[in-house]
Protein backbone atom coordinates (compact mmCIF):
# COMPACT_ATOMS: atom_id res chain seq x y z
CA UNK A 1 0.00 0.00 0.00
CA UNK A 2 2.13 2.80 -1.34
CA UNK A 3 -0.79 5.86 -0.24
CA UNK A 4 -1.45 7.19 2.88
CA UNK A 5 -4.49 6.03 5.04
CA UNK A 6 -7.13 8.33 5.14
CA UNK A 7 -8.61 9.95 8.45
CA UNK A 8 -11.83 8.21 8.32
CA UNK A 9 -10.10 5.30 7.62
CA UNK A 10 -7.91 5.75 10.52
CA UNK A 11 -10.69 6.95 12.76
CA UNK A 12 -12.70 3.76 12.13
CA UNK A 13 -9.58 1.62 13.10
CA UNK A 14 -8.99 3.39 15.86
CA UNK A 15 -12.77 2.52 17.20
CA UNK A 16 -12.60 -1.07 15.89
CA UNK A 17 -15.10 -0.68 13.14
CA UNK A 18 -13.19 -1.89 10.11
CA UNK A 19 -14.09 -5.17 8.87
CA UNK A 20 -11.28 -7.81 9.40
CA UNK A 21 -9.58 -7.72 5.46
CA UNK A 22 -9.62 -3.75 6.24
CA UNK A 23 -8.16 -4.56 9.94
CA UNK A 24 -5.16 -6.18 8.55
CA UNK A 25 -4.58 -4.54 5.85
CA UNK A 26 -4.30 -1.15 8.02
CA UNK A 27 -2.56 -2.77 10.92
CA UNK A 28 0.27 -3.57 8.28
CA UNK A 29 0.05 -0.11 6.73
CA UNK A 30 0.64 1.70 10.24
CA UNK A 31 3.93 -0.97 10.78
CA UNK A 32 5.23 0.21 7.44
CA UNK A 33 4.62 3.52 7.25
CA UNK A 34 5.78 6.00 10.33
CA UNK A 35 4.27 9.62 9.16
CA UNK A 36 0.59 7.56 9.05
CA UNK A 37 1.72 5.88 12.41
CA UNK A 38 2.51 9.36 13.94
CA UNK A 39 -1.00 10.53 12.87
CA UNK A 40 -2.89 7.65 14.28
CA UNK A 41 -0.86 8.19 17.78
CA UNK A 42 -1.54 11.68 17.64
CA UNK A 43 -5.92 10.85 16.87
CA UNK A 44 -5.66 8.11 19.55
CA UNK A 45 -3.63 10.49 22.87
CA UNK A 46 -6.68 13.23 21.18
CA UNK A 47 -9.36 10.84 21.83
CA UNK A 48 -8.01 9.96 24.90
CA UNK A 49 -7.90 13.37 25.95
CA UNK A 50 -11.29 13.96 25.13
CA UNK A 51 -12.87 10.78 27.09
CA UNK A 52 -10.72 11.86 30.33
CA UNK A 53 -12.24 15.40 29.58
CA UNK A 54 -15.87 14.23 29.37
CA UNK A 55 -14.93 11.79 32.42
CA UNK A 56 -14.10 14.54 35.05
CA UNK A 57 -16.86 17.01 33.68
CA UNK A 58 -19.21 14.23 35.08
CA UNK A 59 -20.65 14.88 38.10
CA UNK A 60 -23.33 12.73 40.44
CA UNK A 61 -26.03 14.23 41.42
CA UNK A 62 -25.94 15.08 45.82
CA UNK A 63 -27.22 12.47 47.77
CA UNK A 64 -30.08 14.80 49.34
CA UNK A 65 -31.61 15.67 45.80
CA UNK A 66 -31.39 12.31 44.63
CA UNK A 67 -33.16 11.27 48.14
CA UNK A 68 -35.96 14.43 47.78
CA UNK A 69 -36.05 13.45 43.82
CA UNK A 70 -37.47 9.72 45.25
CA UNK A 71 -39.49 10.33 48.03
CA UNK A 72 -41.79 12.77 45.65
CA UNK A 73 -41.90 9.96 42.97
CA UNK A 74 -43.65 7.53 46.07
CA UNK A 75 -45.44 10.15 47.43
CA UNK A 76 -47.41 11.23 43.97
CA UNK A 77 -50.90 10.77 44.04
CA UNK A 78 -51.99 9.95 40.51
CA UNK A 79 -54.68 13.15 38.77
CA UNK A 80 -58.07 13.25 38.21
CA UNK A 81 -57.68 12.41 34.56
CA UNK A 82 -55.50 9.06 35.86
CA UNK A 83 -58.63 8.46 38.35
CA UNK A 84 -61.33 8.29 35.37
CA UNK A 85 -59.26 6.87 33.32
CA UNK A 86 -58.63 4.14 35.63
CA UNK A 87 -62.62 3.56 35.74
CA UNK A 88 -62.62 2.75 32.57
CA UNK A 89 -60.98 0.19 31.98
CA UNK A 90 -63.12 -2.73 33.24
CA UNK A 91 -65.81 -0.74 31.37
CA UNK A 92 -63.17 -1.26 27.80
CA UNK A 93 -62.30 -4.47 28.57
CA UNK A 94 -65.36 -6.41 28.92
CA UNK A 95 -67.46 -5.12 25.37
CA UNK A 96 -63.86 -5.66 24.00
CA UNK A 97 -63.52 -9.51 25.47
CA UNK A 98 -67.17 -10.01 24.70
CA UNK A 99 -66.44 -9.19 20.58
CA UNK A 100 -63.05 -11.22 20.78
CA UNK A 101 -65.45 -14.26 21.87
CA UNK A 102 -68.25 -13.08 19.33
CA UNK A 103 -65.73 -12.96 16.74
CA UNK A 104 -64.15 -16.27 17.78
CA UNK A 105 -67.45 -18.01 17.53
CA UNK A 106 -68.78 -16.40 14.30
CA UNK A 107 -65.64 -17.42 12.29
CA UNK A 108 -66.14 -21.27 13.77
CA UNK A 109 -69.68 -21.91 13.01
CA UNK A 110 -70.93 -22.28 9.68
CA UNK A 111 -73.31 -19.47 9.65
CA UNK A 112 -74.70 -17.77 6.44
CA UNK A 113 -75.58 -20.56 4.96
CA UNK A 114 -79.11 -21.88 5.29
CA UNK A 115 -80.26 -24.98 8.03
CA UNK A 116 -83.62 -25.21 6.97
CA UNK A 117 -84.78 -27.93 4.78
CA UNK A 118 -84.81 -27.24 1.19
CA UNK A 119 -86.52 -30.33 0.05
CA UNK A 120 -89.91 -29.64 2.34
CA UNK A 121 -90.03 -25.97 1.05
CA UNK A 122 -89.69 -27.39 -2.88
CA UNK A 123 -92.37 -30.29 -2.17
CA UNK A 124 -94.67 -27.41 -1.15
CA UNK A 125 -94.24 -25.09 -3.67
CA UNK A 126 -94.40 -28.09 -6.09
CA UNK A 127 -97.57 -28.82 -4.90
CA UNK A 128 -98.90 -25.02 -4.01
CA UNK A 129 -98.31 -24.72 -7.67
CA UNK A 130 -99.91 -28.03 -8.74
CA UNK A 131 -97.07 -28.56 -11.29
CA UNK A 132 -95.08 -31.87 -10.49
CA UNK A 133 -91.73 -31.21 -9.32
CA UNK A 134 -89.68 -32.76 -12.63
CA UNK A 135 -91.70 -30.62 -14.48
CA UNK A 136 -91.03 -27.20 -13.60
CA UNK A 137 -89.07 -25.28 -15.67
CA UNK A 138 -86.48 -24.36 -12.85
CA UNK A 139 -86.33 -24.75 -8.82
CA UNK A 140 -88.38 -21.60 -8.16
CA UNK A 141 -87.87 -21.86 -3.83
CA UNK A 142 -84.22 -23.38 -4.41
CA UNK A 143 -81.61 -20.60 -5.23
CA UNK A 144 -78.49 -22.07 -6.10
CA UNK A 145 -76.37 -19.48 -4.81
CA UNK A 146 -77.28 -19.96 -1.32
CA UNK A 147 -76.55 -23.46 -1.19
CA UNK A 148 -72.60 -25.05 -0.84
CA UNK A 149 -71.36 -26.86 -4.06
CA UNK A 150 -72.29 -30.09 -1.84
CA UNK A 151 -76.32 -29.11 -1.40
CA UNK A 152 -77.08 -28.89 -4.85
CA UNK A 153 -76.00 -33.06 -5.97
CA UNK A 154 -77.60 -33.94 -2.91
CA UNK A 155 -80.88 -32.23 -4.08
CA UNK A 156 -80.63 -33.66 -7.31
CA UNK A 157 -79.83 -37.07 -6.24
CA UNK A 158 -83.07 -36.89 -4.00
CA UNK A 159 -85.33 -36.13 -6.43
CA UNK A 160 -83.66 -37.97 -9.43
CA UNK A 161 -83.07 -35.23 -11.88
CA UNK A 162 -79.77 -32.86 -12.04
CA UNK A 163 -79.61 -29.61 -12.70
CA UNK A 164 -78.79 -28.03 -15.88
CA UNK A 165 -78.18 -24.29 -17.03
CA UNK A 166 -81.40 -23.48 -17.56
CA UNK A 167 -83.35 -25.63 -14.57
CA UNK A 168 -84.01 -29.26 -14.11
CA UNK A 169 -83.05 -31.36 -16.69
CA UNK A 170 -85.00 -34.78 -15.97
CA UNK A 171 -83.11 -37.06 -18.36
CA UNK A 172 -82.97 -39.93 -15.93
Known amino acids: MND????????????????????AMTHAHLAACAACRREYDAEASLSDAL?????AEEREMPSMISAQVWERVRSAQPGPLARVAGWFRPAL?????????????????????????????????????GTPLSLQAGPPALETSMLGESTVPLIAEHLGTSFAAGGLDDSR
Open 93 to 129: ALPVAAALVLGGWFATTSHGKPTVDVMYYLQTHASQS
Open 51 to 55: RAAAK
Open 4 to 23: HISTDLLLDYLHGELAPEDD
